[in-house]
């Protein structure tokens, strides 16, 4: 039971991963020059919403799951989402060029999935099906 709720929780936090990786990808096809300042606003807002709740959903699972890193993974989400805002606050500012906003926020987001949300995966594996094959097996 436990063991079938953490791949469905996995699964979940593939498509929120996949869906982020999407709506940044789009940004690609957006000239920042074309962009008037409300739709700029408005894709900062799409971006910080899905990922303000995809973060929290996380941290929901973290401490559901007793995960041991959960507050080194927590601060690790507030870097996340300054560090994107600070790339879309260079689009405001006309720091950013058009051509690199999408890349320079698809390697925030995989850099934290690397380095954070990978290892949570592994945690979840490694407790719920590790551990239950080598209860199974006698080992
Ligand atoms: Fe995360
Ligand atoms: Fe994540």
Redesign the pocket.
């Known amino acids: 039971m436990e063991e079938q709720r953490a791949i469905d929780d996995l699964h979940l936090?593939e498509r929120?991963?996949a869906a982020?990786g999407e709506a940044i990808e789009e940004l690609q096809e957006v000239s920042v020059a074309d962009l008037a300042a409300a739709q700029i606003s408005a894709c900062r807002l799409t971006l910080l919403t899905s990922l303000g709740s995809?973060?929290k959903f996380?941290e929901e699972l973290m401490k559901r799951h007793g995960y041991p890193l959960t507050s080194t993974h927590t601060i690790a989400h507030r870097a996340f989402r300054d560090q994107f805002n600070s790339v879309i606050d260079g689009i405001d500012n006309g720091v950013v060029s058009a051509w690199n906003i999408s890349s320079l926020l698809q390697k925030v987001l995989k850099h934290?999935?690397i380095n954070?949300?990978d290892i949570f995966g592994h945690f979840l594996i490694d407790k719920y099906f590790f551990h239950a094959v080598e209860d199974g097996s006698g080992i």
Do not use: G, P
Request: aromatic share 0%; net charge negative; proline share 0%.
């Open positions: 936090i929120q991963h982020l995809h973060m996380e934290h999935e954070h949300d």
